[in-house]
């Protein structure tokens, strides 16, 4: 065991301050980072990886981007934290506006569960109704009560929830099978005047990487608006990663609510939450709704946030969806060479796959695929000098700072590991 690890448990539970981080459903111990820049990490080792976890998603620049370091540097040198408010924040403020339409006012917090639980309160604060929808497989952060049938590292675990969380948090929670609009008609059935939100990763990334069925989005918005409902999309991991305006831009599928976070935050602790003015306003100090925090809107996380997004436009995009599709197609490659079944997907600039013989369109689907096949194929791809995240219900993340020589390298290191995988669910080639 390393002695970082070893120190990490003796002060930190399961040595980590995130579970996944772990490598539970993996196995073996997590490699603890010294310093990363581009598409590269080095541990503590001295051993350098071509990183695909890229902060969750939030480095799509890649770490330490030169201008990312200097606008942090230059916010740090004029203070940290002030608990008053900056013009970094209203400027953050304008960018998100300016780019996804749906958005007028945001409100700045510290994290993704933060941004969802307020989107969640200021739902029920709007419209007065109690329950609200999620998705199984779909995750929403840490908060009570989206800790149902969760995706991330709930669904790592194998949880069905948490301890802690008590009967009465989740009584209002309503679960629905991802991309089954019987499913979300039977919870308006069911309950037609009582959901305030129904809350959704409009491309599943926690359980795995699951896209829409076609007209699904289309479907949960006419659905909610119908019924008098908030549609909240979770664009944590979308937002600013499928395009400017995340997946609301890509589908064409306008939410009442938004949630922002990792891209937002520039790698830096910020996530948001974002609307029409006129439900943005239910929030304190104007409405009755209320949220705080002693380091939202903190400076360092505008200064990064802002400088990401000045660096992102079509261009960038396009880049990342080319660089995306070249290592998807180089993955397919790969499996089929090997005769491993594996479902790999690509929603735009986003990565998954899964060692499975069926197509996976929902929670049920993503657990049945073969997840000690992906940990043996991760250690195989790890062990060649290539991080992916360690639990198959996550996604893969490509960054701008990925070459093509990196993605080829990838490609290359994945015909070698996919070729010594131990016999899985099934074997056969690949399918889109
Ligand atoms: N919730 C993150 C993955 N979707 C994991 C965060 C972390 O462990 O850093």
Same mark, same amino acid.
């Given at each position: 065991?390393?002695?970082?690890?070893?120190?990490?448990?003796?002060?930190?539970?399961?040595?980590?301050?995130?579970?996944?981080?772990?490598?539970?459903?993996?196995?073996?111990?997590?490699?603890?980072?010294?310093?990363?820049?581009?598409?590269?990490?080095?541990?503590?080792?001295?051993?350098?990886?071509?990183?695909?976890?890229?902060?969750?998603?939030?480095?799509?620049?890649?770490?330490?981007?030169?201008?990312?370091?200097?606008?942090?540097?230059?916010?740090?040198?004029?203070?940290?934290?002030?608990?008053?408010?900056?013009?970094?924040?209203?400027?953050?403020?304008?960018?998100?506006?300016?780019?996804?339409?749906?958005?007028?006012?945001?409100?700045?917090?510290?994290?993704?569960?933060?941004?969802?639980?307020?989107?969640?309160?200021?739902?029920?604060?709007?419209?007065?109704?109690?329950?609200?929808?999620?998705?199984?497989?779909?995750?929403?952060?840490?908060?009570?009560?989206?800790?149902?049938?969760?995706?991330?590292?709930?669904?790592?675990?194998?949880?069905?929830?948490?301890?802690?969380?008590?009967?009465?948090?989740?009584?209002?929670?309503?679960?629905?099978?991802?991309?089954?609009?019987?499913?979300?008609?039977?919870?308006?059935?069911?309950?037609?005047?009582?959901?305030?939100?129904?809350?959704?990763?409009?491309?599943?990334?926690?359980?795995?990487?699951?896209?829409?069925?076609?007209?699904?989005?289309?479907?949960?918005?006419?659905?909610?608006?119908?019924?008098?409902?908030?549609?909240?999309?979770?664009?944590?991991?979308?937002?600013?990663?499928?395009?400017?305006?995340? $997946?609301?831009?890509?589908?064409?599928?306008?939410?009442?609510?938004?949630?922002?976070?990792?891209?937002?935050?520039?790698?830096?602790?910020?996530?948001?939450?974002?609307?029409?003015?006129?439900?943005?306003?239910?929030?304190?100090?104007?409405?009755?709704?209320?949220?705080?925090?002693?380091?939202?809107?903190?400076?360092?996380?505008? $200064?990064?946030?802002? $400088?990401?997004?000045?660096?992102?436009?079509?261009?960038?995009?396009?880049?990342?969806?080319?660089?995306?599709?070249?290592?998807?197609?180089?993955?397919?490659?790969?499996?089929?060479?090997?005769?491993?079944?594996?479902?790999?997907?690509?929603?735009?600039?986003?990565?998954?796959?899964?060692?499975?013989?069926?197509?996976?369109?929902?929670?049920?689907?993503?657990?049945?695929?073969?997840?000690?096949?992906?940990?043996?194929?991760?250690?195989?791809?790890?062990?060649?000098?290539?991080?992916?995240?360690?639990?198959?219900?996550?996604?893969?993340?490509?960054?701008?700072?990925?070459?093509?020589?990196?993605?080829?390298?990838?490609?290359?290191?994945?015909?070698?590991?996919?070729?010594?995988?131990?016999?899985?669910?099934?074997?056969?080639?690949?399918?889109?």
């Amino acid at each position: 065991m390393s002695k970082w690890f070893e120190r990490a448990l003796a002060r930190i539970p399961g040595g980590v301050s995130s579970p996944v981080r772990a490598f539970g459903s993996v196995g073996g111990e997590p490699y603890f980072v010294a310093s990363a820049e581009g598409a590269y990490v080095t541990d503590t080792n001295g051993r350098r990886y071509c990183d695909y976890v890229q902060s969750w998603g939030a480095s799509i620049l890649g770490h330490a981007h030169p201008v990312v370091v200097e606008a942090v540097q230059r916010a740090a040198a004029r203070g940290t934290s002030y608990g008053a408010p900056t013009p970094g924040e209203v400027e953050l403020a304008e960018a998100i506006a300016e780019r996804v339409p749906s958005v007028e006012k945001v409100r700045f917090v510290s994290s993704g569960t933060e941004a969802a639980m307020t989107a969640v309160r200021l739902a029920r604060g709007a419209t007065g109704r109690s329950k609200v929808v999620k998705f199984a497989g779909c995750y929403h952060g840490h908060f009570d009560a989206m800790l149902v049938a969760a995706g991330s590292g709930v669904a790592t675990l194998g949880l069905p929830g948490s301890a802690g969380v008590t009967e009465g948090a989740v009584a209002d929670t309503v679960v629905v099978p991802y991309n089954s609009v019987e499913g979300i008609e039977a919870a308006f059935a069911a309950d037609p005047g009582g959901i305030a939100a129904v809350l959704v990763e409009p491309v599943a990334a926690n359980m795995g990487l699951v896209a829409p069925a076609d007209g699904y989005l289309a479907a949960l918005r006419a659905r909610c608006s119908e019924h008098g409902s908030l549609l909240v999309f979770d664009e944590v991991i979308t937002g600013f990663r499928l395009g400017p305006a995340g $997946a609301q831009g890509r589908y064409g599928v306008t939410p009442d609510l938004s949630v922002f976070g990792k891209v937002v935050g520039g790698g830096l602790p910020l996530a948001a939450v974002g609307g029409p003015a006129e439900l943005m306003d239910h929030l304190a100090p104007v409405g009755d709704v209320y949220q705080a925090g002693t380091l939202s809107g903190n400076p360092l996380a505008t $200064a990064a946030g802002l $400088a990401v997004l000045n660096q992102l436009d079509e261009g960038s995009y396009a880049a990342l969806e080319t660089k995306a599709e070249r290592l998807v197609d180089g993955l397919r490659g790969a499996f089929d060479a090997a005769g491993a079944a594996a479902r790999v997907t690509r929603v735009g600039t986003l990565v998954g796959w899964y060692f499975s013989d069926t197509e996976v369109c929902d929670y049920e689907a993503a657990r049945a695929a073969d997840h000690r096949r992906y940990a043996a194929f991760f250690h195989a791809m790890l062990g060649r000098g290539f991080s992916f995240a360690p639990s198959g219900y996550e996604t893969t993340f490509v960054s701008l700072a990925h070459t093509e020589q990196d993605l080829d390298a990838t490609v290359a290191a994945a015909q070698e590991a996919a070729t010594a995988l131990p016999a899985g669910v099934g074997s056969g080639p690949s399918r889109r």
